[in-house]
């Protein structure tokens, strides 16, 4: 069964600081996308950046940047340079191939608070 | 700004009522999706739409219908409602329903049933 694991309910950063949050999948299909969302209180879910299983190199897009250890399962989110408009919950997501890759599994999430 | 849109923003709702909330996506996409959000818990996937045919539906109660009028339309129909259904509904696309896709979602529909 595929399982996303975000182990930090909460996590606290100075503004311009990095942060990272840790995201552990457990998957036996070798087919399969991780992905990374930002939801703030407003609600929508904002689509940050995405790893495909077979990519070779780790995946960044602007000031977020995915570490993918993919022997260990682990996708954790980099965010360079926080910012306050950061402060948000943060989802770590899964979709594998076999089921025709209809299905997102997403993670409890992490709420990121950026102090000034 | 999202090219997934979602009416209304705000809904309440009797338990007798019947409502419905849309979705329109602008990219192009063949495949949508409805998730439920309770507060504080991660998205719940209920229906999904590929090439406008139902291609999942979780064990979602029937008192939520979903319709696909089109490849850019997506509607959910709202009958006789619970209060545990209040949450936080949210609309997606994506090019194809295949793993490498990303999911592209809307502002959502905050619905109170009382």
């Known amino acids: 069964a595929q399982k996303i694991t975000q182990t930090q309910p909460g996590m606290f950063v100075q503004e311009k600081e990095a942060v990272t949050l840790d995201c552990t999948y457990d998957?036996?299909?070798?087919?399969?996308?991780l992905f990374w969302y930002k939801q703030p209180s407003s609600g929508e879910m904002i689509f940050l950046i995405y790893q495909g299983s077979y990519d070779q190199q780790n995946a960044t897009e602007g000031r977020y940047s995915l570490n993918f250890q993919k022997a260990r399962k682990s996708a954790n989110l980099v965010i360079s340079a926080s910012q306050l408009g950061d402060s948000a919950m943060y989802f770590c997501a899964m979709r594998e191939g076999r089921d025709g890759g209809f299905k997102t599994i997403f993670g409890a999430g992490t709420r990121l608070f950026v102090k000034a | 700004d999202t090219e997934v849109t979602q009416t209304p923003k705000h809904l309440v709702m009797g338990m007798t009522n019947k409502k419905s909330l849309k979705c329109e996506q602008h990219m192009g996409h063949r495949a949508m999706y409805w998730y439920k959000q309770k507060a504080k818990k991660p998205p719940e996937l209920m229906f999904v739409?590929?090439?406008?045919?139902?291609?999942i539906n979780e064990s979602v109660p029937s008192r939520f219908s979903p319709e696909c009028p089109n490849s850019s339309l997506l509607n959910l129909h709202l009958h006789a409602l619970q209060p545990e259904d209040s949450a936080l509904y949210l609309c997606?696309?994506?090019?194809?329903?295949?793993?490498?896709?990303?999911?592209?979602f809307g502002p959502g529909t905050r619905l109170l049933v009382l």
């Open positions: 997606a696309s994506s090019q194809a329903a295949r793993h490498q896709e990303t999911q592209y």
């Open positions: 998957t036996s299909d070798p087919s399969y996308g």
């Open positions: 739409y590929s090439y406008e045919k139902l291609s």
